[in-house]
Structures are given as structure tokens and as C-alpha cells.
């Protein structure tokens, strides 16, 4: 059975929010309003990091079966096709990109900060817009991915010279739920669906295999394998379940993220900082959770 990446390993990056000024036109005159623009640029730099661990955690699972299949088939020819990984380079790859377009388009909104916000910040916008038409999207993910990078590329390549923050994020919004629900989608609502599903079925496949040698164990009354192949089998099902929840803590960050933009392009003056303190808590407790699996795992 593989162990999960050890605590210390693991990149947890935290995304709590820091407050922010924004300067918004209302009734002919300037007002400024509190709005953690640049929470949402660190959320997905954060989200980033997270799903690059939590796929080397699943390809590690996947390739654990793989070996103990190889091992019982007999056959003497050994190359990589017959160890598959869960997440394909290619869709990791997907994941990667979309969530750094991601993190690029929030890192330009905290420049809305700015005071005296002009043509240059309009002219960065539109650049990533025009970047956002080409190359890889996320389309490995789910079509709604795409989709929403185009829309959001439409939107930033016609904003005007005298949008005001407001305005770009009101525009900007439906696009950007539009893919960051896909992305959760891609995840999967249930253990049973999208990437939780292959992942589950991995584990599943994992743990028949130390049924299998319990049983012939038991057939040779050998009491201390037994017991070593119970404890295993035990700390696979805690691994198992550390993961699976890693996976709906994602779609549940994913989720909150779009709420967060929703809330802003609304007018909410903390949108991000008290949704990115949901999703910073419960990195945290991922990562706690993933510790005590590995002690326990190391006590048996």
C-alpha cells in the first residue's frame, strides 16, 4: 500500500485575504469602498499548488495497484504503458494552466487598487484577453472550462479605457462562474463521479488487493500476517477517505471562489476575505487531517 506524501512535503499554500481599497464612481462622485481584489489572484495560485499534490497522491494509488496487478499476471516484460497514471500529464497540465489564466487575471485586478488606474492597466487587461483566445484552456477538463475562458476573454479584450472596477468585475462574472464550476465539476459533485469517482475506484481496487491476501493469510492460520494486513488494510481505508476528502474540499474552494467573485462584482465590500478564509481553513485542516493519518499510519 503507498503511504500518502509525508506532511512535510506536501505545498499547502495559505490564501487568507488581506484588505484593500478600490476606487468606485457613484452619483458623480468618487467614493472608496473596501474590496479584496488581490485574494482572489492568491486563491488560485493556492488552488495551483493544492491539486498538484492531490493528483501526485492519486497517480502514487493508481500506480500501487498497477504494480501488484504486474506482480500476479506474471508477465516478464516491463514498460511503462502497463502503469497508467490516474491524472494524465495531460489533463494535470489542464489544470495548471486554467488555474494559473486564473491567477493571472486576479493578480490584474488587485492593480484596480491603484490610484490613477489608465491606459496601461486597460492595455494589460486587454493582453490577457487576446492570450486567453489562444492556446490551452482547460478543455481536457470540461467544455464548460473553455467556454468560460472564451467569454472572459471577450470581456477583457472590449473593456473600454474608462471601465471602473465595478464594471469589469460586474461583466467579468459570468464567464468566470461559468468555468470555475466546470472546473468543480471536473472534480466531481460525489465520490462517484468526475475525478473523485477514478479516484475511488483506484482504492477500491487497492484495498481488494489486501482482501485477497488476508483471505489466503487466514487459509494458512498465520496470525501475525493477519494482523499486519488488518492494520493495513485499516490505515488504506483512513488514506482513502483523507483523499476523497481533499477532493471535495477542492470543488468546495472551487465553488467558493466563484462565489467570492460573485459577491464582489455585486458590490460586497469583503467578498474575498471572509470566502478565502473558508477555503484557507480548510487547506489547514487537510493538511492536519493528512498528518495524523501518517502517524497513525506509522504507529500500526
Request: charged share 25%; with cysteine.
Amino acid at each position: 500500500m503507498m503511504r500518502p506524501i509525508p506532511a512535510g512535503s506536501r505545498r499547502v499554500v495559505h490564501v487568507g485575504a488581506v484588505t484593500t481599497f478600490v476606487a468606485l464612481a457613484s452619483a458623480g462622485c468618487v467614493q472608496s469602498r473596501p474590496a479584496d481584489l488581490a485574494g482572489f489572484g492568491r486563491a488560485a495560485t493556492g488552488l495551483q499548488a493544492e491539486v498538484g499534490s492531490t493528483f501526485a497522491d492519486a497517480n502514487r494509488i493508481a500506480r500501487a495497484v498497477d504494480v501488484d496487478r504486474f506482480v500476479r499476471s506474471g508477465v516478464l516484460g516491463l514498460s511503462e504503458r502497463r502503469f497508467p497514471p490516474v491524472v494524465s500529464p495531460e489533463i494535470a497540465a489542464s489544470w495548471r494552466d486554467a488555474l494559473g489564466r486564473l491567477a493571472r487575471y486576479g493578480n490584474l485586478l488587485a492593480t484596480l487598487t491603484d490610484a490613477g488606474r489608465g491606459a496601461a492597466q486597460t492595455d494589460a487587461f486587454r493582453r490577457l484577453g487576446t492570450e486567453l483566445a489562444d492556446g490551452p484552456k482547460g478543455v481536457n477538463l470540461d467544455p464548460g472550462v473553455a467556454a468560460g475562458f472564451a467569454g472572459l476573454s471577450g470581456v477583457l479584450v472590449d473593456l473600454r479605457a474608462q471601465a471602473k472596477a465595478r464594471e469589469i468585475l460586474r461583466r467579468a462574472d459570468p464567464p468566470v462562474r461559468t468555468l470555475l464550476e466546470a472546473m468543480a465539476a471536473a472534480v466531481g459533485s460525489d465520490d462517484g463521479s468526475g475525478l473523485r469517482g477514478t479516484v475511488s475506484s483506484s482504492w477500491t481496487a487497492a484495498l481488494s488487493s489486501q482482501q485477497r491476501a488476508y483471505a489466503a493469510a487466514a487459509a494458512e492460520k498465520a496470525d501475525g500476517r493477519q494482523r499486519q494486513i488488518v492494520a493495513d488494510y485499516l490505515a488504506g481505508i483512513d488514506r482513502r477517505d483523507t483523499q476523497l476528502s481533499a477532493l471535495a474540499g477542492l470543488r468546495a474552494s472551487l465553488l467558493g471562489l466563484a462565489d467570492a467573485h460573485t459577491a464582489a462584482a455585486a458590490g460586497s465590500a469583503r467578498p474575498f476575505g471572509e470566502v478565502l478564509a473558508d477555503v484557507d481553513e480548510r487547506l489547514r485542516r487537510t493538511e492536519e487531517t493528512y498528518r495524523a493519518v501518517e502517524q497513525a499510519g506509522e504507529a500500526r
